[in-house]
């Protein structure tokens, strides 16, 4: 990429945000920020005891993924964060207008596969349905690209690396 930009990597739970993250921001030369490190404790609670987050829940994560992001504004890097509604992603923009969105896709069955297999992580499978009810695709005017998640996390972080690449051309 010929800019630093701050890219979110985006998606419902279990298409490897925290796994692809690293490995993209690596390939950017650029820090990586755990979304899930901005989340209250209280948020943490409730998704660890399966109650999905309202909206109320969620715009202090929001705001605090955007500040990071802000900082991070003409640096560049890489942070996670589901960003499932345009809402959500409008409230990140927000905070710092330039970031780019790595939308992780998948098909379900693959996404609940990988999320089975996950050790030490506070969001159940039963949360799955909820986040594919919530999902707002990328729309055509928003910064960013939808990366499939099929294949090695090398394979993935690639295609989004690849996929950002052509952004800036």
């Given at each position: 990429?010929?800019?630093?930009?701050?890219?979110?990597?985006?998606?419902?739970?279990?298409?490897?945000?925290?796994?692809?993250?690293?490995?993209?921001?690596?390939?950017?030369?650029?820090?990586?920020?755990?979304?899930?490190?901005?989340?209250?404790?209280?948020?943490?609670?409730?998704?660890?005891?399966?109650?999905?987050?309202?909206?109320?829940?969620?715009?202090?994560w929001?705001?605090?993924?955007?500040?990071?992001?802000?900082?991070?504004?003409?640096?560049?890097g890489?942070v996670?964060?589901?960003?499932?509604?345009?809402?959500?992603?409008?409230?990140?923009?927000?905070?710092?207008?330039?970031?780019?969105?790595?939308?992780?896709?998948?098909?379900?069955?693959?996404?609940?596969?990988?999320?089975?297999?996950?050790?030490?992580?506070?969001?159940?499978?039963?949360?799955?349905?909820s986040?594919?009810?919530?999902?707002?695709?990328?729309?055509?005017?928003?910064?960013?690209?939808?990366v499939?998640?099929?294949?090695?996390?090398?394979?993935?972080?690639?295609?989004?690396?690849?996929?950002?690449?052509?952004?800036?051309?």
């Amino acid at each position: 990429m010929s800019t630093p930009h701050v890219v979110v990597v985006m998606g419902v739970a279990g298409t490897g945000k925290t796994t692809i993250g690293p490995l993209l921001a690596t390939q950017l030369g650029v820090p990586y920020a755990e979304g899930d490190d901005f989340h209250p404790p209280a948020n943490i609670a409730k998704m660890s005891a399966g109650t999905p987050l309202t909206d109320d829940d969620r715009w202090p994560w929001l705001d605090a993924i955007g500040a990071w992001a802000h900082g991070r504004a003409g640096l560049g890097g890489v942070v996670s964060s589901s960003a499932l509604k345009r809402s959500y992603r409008d409230r990140l923009r927000a905070e710092a207008p330039g970031i780019v969105f790595v939308h992780l896709t998948g098909d379900r069955s693959l996404i609940e596969d990988r999320m089975s297999h996950r050790q030490g992580h506070f969001m159940p499978t039963a949360l799955l349905d909820s986040q594919f009810a919530t999902l707002q695709p990328l729309g055509a005017d928003e910064a960013g690209v939808a990366v499939d998640v099929t294949g090695t996390p090398e394979e993935i972080s690639e295609r989004a690396f690849r996929a950002l690449g052509a952004l800036d051309q």
